[in-house]
């Protein structure tokens, strides 16, 4: 990673997102050029001996690292403040990357139970097979956090905010019980970003990415990243090594170009969500709208301290349950329907039917997904034109 014409301490994120770059070519390229080797060559034997055994650093294979994973995750490193990170090939192959490389049969893992579908599958339906338990803790009740931890509890993860109830967790305070009981906390950061949010800074020790989501931006690319400290990176890297979820260099490259626009699309997502959050505040339609600058928020306080904006997701609850939701989602027009979020254009989702339907009717009660909740990912068109067609489509519920 190129940082020589610069200090990364004293310089300014958006500076360090642009400038941090892998080291020039013999060509003298301005733009990082792509990598797309599934192989590099050895100097000679006793060069191809030394890399093996981790005695020299270098390039072996593409699976194992690439010149621009390599740079993907060193400037993702510098952005959220950890010492070491790795490329995986998805959002949620990193999450399981991140905690199988570290439990064993007989460990416990305590959660938050505002979890993303896929997640809570894995802990409810996959680790189990391998002996591995779990609990959920609430946000509400700060004393069922330290009750649910035992002597084989072996990580603590949570999403702040959460996917797709906005629920917020005091980082500072659970980073703090975690390093009194030694414990590692990770922190799904998808929704904020390093931009709006820096766990590591209020005592996680992991942080975890979907990079499809808004780091990518455009809904181009799948890829995810690990980023903490260097001994529990060594264990996610040991881990992916020998099971495979490598990013692809192509979508490596896609990913840390993006990241040199980060800041700038983050600005409008959050001014775009945080108009559209007050001007549905109190819509007929609506039982209700969450956005964690909002001041009605439960957790407004909490969000004004530890992020610097309120992100781009604003969450609205349709009076009329699931068909006043079908007849919202049919109605509209140029708001995309589609699963994915972070894109350049909005996009409504209805969880209760798809990325959270594999939850029992209790477990979205217990999390507050109702079956009027839509998921709203702000994107960057006009503000004015979004509030058009979501007027539109609640028009008819």
Same mark, same amino acid.
Request: hydrophobic content about 40%.
């Given at each position: 990673?190129?940082?020589?014409?610069?200090?990364?301490?004293?310089?300014?994120?958006?500076?360090?997102?642009?400038?941090?770059?892998?080291?020039?070519?013999?060509?003298?390229?301005?733009?990082? /050029?792509?990598?797309?080797?599934?192989?590099?060559?050895?100097?000679?034997? #006793?060069?191809?001996?030394?890399?093996?055994? #981790? #005695?020299?650093?270098?390039? *072996?294979?593409?699976?194992?690292?690439?010149?621009?994973?390599?740079?993907?995750?060193?400037?993702?490193?510098?952005?959220?403040?950890?010492?070491?990170?790795?490329?995986?090939?998805?959002?949620?192959?990193?999450?399981?990357?991140?905690?199988?490389?570290?439990?064993?049969?007989?460990?416990?893992?305590?959660?938050?139970? !505002?979890?993303?579908?896929?997640? =809570?599958?894995?802990?409810?339906?996959?680790?189990?097979?391998? &002996?591995?338990?779990?609990?959920?803790?609430?946000? &509400?009740? /700060?004393?069922?956090?330290?009750?649910?931890?035992?002597?084989?509890?072996?990580?603590?993860?949570?999403?702040?905010?959460?996917?797709?109830?906005?629920?917020? *967790?005091?980082? !500072?305070?659970?980073?703090?019980?975690?390093?009194?009981?030694?414990?590692?906390?990770?922190?799904?950061?998808?929704?904020?970003?390093?931009?709006?949010?820096?766990?590591?800074?209020?005592?996680?020790?992991?942080?975890?990415?979907?990079?499809?989501?808004?780091?990518?931006?455009?809904?181009?690319?799948?890829?995810?990243?690990?980023?903490?400290?260097?001994?529990?990176?060594?264990?996610?890297?040991?881990?992916?090594?020998?099971?495979?979820?490598?990013?692809?260099?192509? +979508?490596?490259?896609?990913?840390?170009?993006?990241?040199?626009?980060?800041?700038?699309?983050?600005?409008?997502?959050?001014? +775009?969500?945080?108009? *559209?959050?007050?001007?549905?505040?109190?819509?007929?339609?609506?039982?209700?709208?969450?956005? /964690?600058?909002?001041?009605?928020?439960?957790?407004?306080?909490? !969000?004004?301290?530890?992020?610097?904006?309120?992100? &781009? *997701?604003?969450?609205?609850?349709?009076?009329? &349950?699931?068909?006043?939701?079908?007849?919202?989602?049919?109605?509209?027009?140029?708001?995309?329907?589609?699963? +994915?979020?972070?894109?350049?254009?909005?996009?409504?989702?209805?969880?209760?039917?798809?990325? =959270?339907?594999?939850?029992?009717?209790?477990?979205?009660?217990?999390?507050?997904?109702?079956?009027?909740?839509?998921? %709203?990912?702000?994107?960057?068109?006009? %503000?004015?034109?979004?509030?058009?067609?979501?007027?539109?489509?609640?028009?008819?519920?």
């Amino acid at each position: 990673m190129s940082t020589d014409a610069f200090d990364p301490i004293d310089t300014h994120f958006e500076t360090l997102a642009i400038r941090a770059q892998a080291p020039v070519s013999p060509e003298r390229e301005h733009s990082v /050029p792509l990598y797309l080797t599934s192989s590099f060559r050895f100097d000679d034997a #006793e060069h191809a001996r030394a890399l093996f055994s #981790e #005695e020299v650093a270098g390039n *072996i294979y593409s699976r194992y690292a690439n010149p621009n994973t390599d740079e993907f995750v060193r400037k993702l490193c510098l952005l959220e403040g950890g010492g070491d990170g790795i490329a995986t090939s998805s959002g949620m192959s990193a999450v399981f990357c991140a905690i199988a490389a570290r439990v064993s049969s007989g460990d416990h893992v305590l959660a938050s139970r !505002a979890l993303f579908g896929s997640t =809570h599958q894995l802990f409810t339906r996959i680790l189990p097979k391998w &002996g591995v338990t779990s609990d959920y803790a609430d946000v &509400g009740d /700060p004393a069922s956090w330290e009750r649910l931890i035992r002597p084989e509890t072996k990580l603590i993860f949570i999403e702040t905010p959460s996917n797709p109830g906005l629920e917020l *967790i005091d980082l !500072a305070w659970l980073g703090a019980l975690a390093q009194s009981r030694g414990i590692p906390l990770v922190v799904d950061n998808c929704f904020a970003t390093p931009y709006l949010q820096r766990p590591l800074a209020l005592g996680a020790s992991v942080v975890i990415h979907s990079a499809t989501k808004y780091i990518d931006g455009q809904g181009r690319a799948l890829g995810g990243a690990i980023v903490g400290t260097r001994e529990y990176i060594a264990d996610c890297r040991f881990f992916a090594r020998h099971t495979g979820p490598a990013m692809s260099a192509f +979508n490596a490259w896609l990913l840390s170009k993006s990241l040199e626009t980060l800041a700038v699309r983050m600005d409008r997502h959050c001014s +775009n969500a945080l108009a *559209i959050a007050t001007h549905f505040e109190g819509h007929p339609a609506l039982e209700s709208v969450r956005y /964690p600058f909002l001041a009605s928020h439960p957790h407004h306080e909490l !969000a004004k301290r530890q992020m610097s904006q309120g992100g &781009g *997701i604003v969450v609205l609850v349709l009076k009329g &349950g699931l068909e006043a939701g079908r007849r919202f989602l049919d109605r509209v027009q140029m708001v995309s329907h589609s699963a +994915n979020l972070g894109d350049t254009r909005t996009i409504v989702t209805h969880p209760a039917s798809t990325t =959270h339907s594999k939850l029992t009717p209790a477990e979205r009660e217990a999390v507050a997904i109702s079956d009027g909740l839509i998921r %709203v990912s702000v994107g960057l068109e006009h %503000v004015a034109d979004i509030i058009a067609d979501l007027e539109h489509a609640l028009g008819a519920t």
